[in-house]
């Protein structure tokens, strides 16, 4: 499949999960793709398993995304190393669940540094590379947390919320220059992040899912190659559930 040959593209948070997965299909599909986590060596380590089992091109950066500074320096050595990026999926997340009594301060910028001013460092630094080709994809993975809220998790739905907005508002702006601008919402996806939940409160949330079973990382790739594709040109602003009905 050579759907993206040539193509660059950017996971963040590629190293696991989801962005795993999505870096993953990507590369199967004949991009030269770019992954980052917070340390090189987990970044690297990641690319070189990625690209032994997808016979492709897998590059990784060590790169804490809350950093503009580090942002802009990863997107040059990536434009330097293969190229200007066309696709860009940010997916790189955390959580630091906790009531809103309990919440420090530190809780609240750790996570809206990374989910949603990190996405906003990423775009800023693709975006001119992208305006210069006038083409261009940005996949932005928000939550259904985002749209619905989620006791414990004000930081994160917060983040992922405002993830949304930003995503309708860069759709808007780059939208005549042949770039979109979409979002996913995934539900409850198998992932080292949902891991750490209680078999309590998985089976409570399973038991809310019209399919009945959780979700996997492939679930959210799948999304992310058909709004990277051409055939989704036309798609932009637009939120994708992919949540086995959770949202509905
Ligand atoms: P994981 O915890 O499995 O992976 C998170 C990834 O993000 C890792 O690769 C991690 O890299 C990277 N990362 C975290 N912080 C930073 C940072 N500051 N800079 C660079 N990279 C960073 O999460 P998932 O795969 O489950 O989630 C991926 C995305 O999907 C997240 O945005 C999450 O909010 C979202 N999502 C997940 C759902 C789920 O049920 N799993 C549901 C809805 C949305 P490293 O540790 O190597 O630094």
Known sequence: MIEF??????????????????????????????????????????AAELAAATGGEVRGYGCDIASAEAVNAMVKAIEADLGPIAILVNNAGVTRDTLLMRMKDDDWNAVLNANLTGAFHC??????????????????????VGVRGQAGQANYAASKAGLIGFTKSLARELGSRGITVNAIAPG????????????????????????????????????????????????????????????M
């Open 5 to 46: 040959q040539g193509k660059v593209a950017l996971v963040t948070g590629g190293t696991r999960g989801i962005g795993r997965a999505c870096a993953s299909i990507l590369a199967e599909c004949g991009a030269r793709v770019a992954i980052c986590g917070r340390t090189a060596e987990t970044s690297q380590a990641a």
């Open 123 to 144: 775009c800023r630094a693709v975006a001119r590379g992208m305006l210069k080709e006038r083409w261009g994809r940005i996949i932005n993975i928000s939550s259904i």
């Open 188 to 247: 409850y996806i198998d992932t080292d992040m949902t891991a750490v939940l209680s078999d309590e409160l998985k089976q409570a949330i399973v038991q809310q899912v019209p399919m009945g079973k959780v979700g996997a990382a492939q679930d959210i790739a799948a999304g992310v190659k058909y709004l990277a594709s051409e055939g989704a040109a036309y798609v932009t602003g637009a939120v994708l559930h992919i949540d086995g009905g959770l949202a």
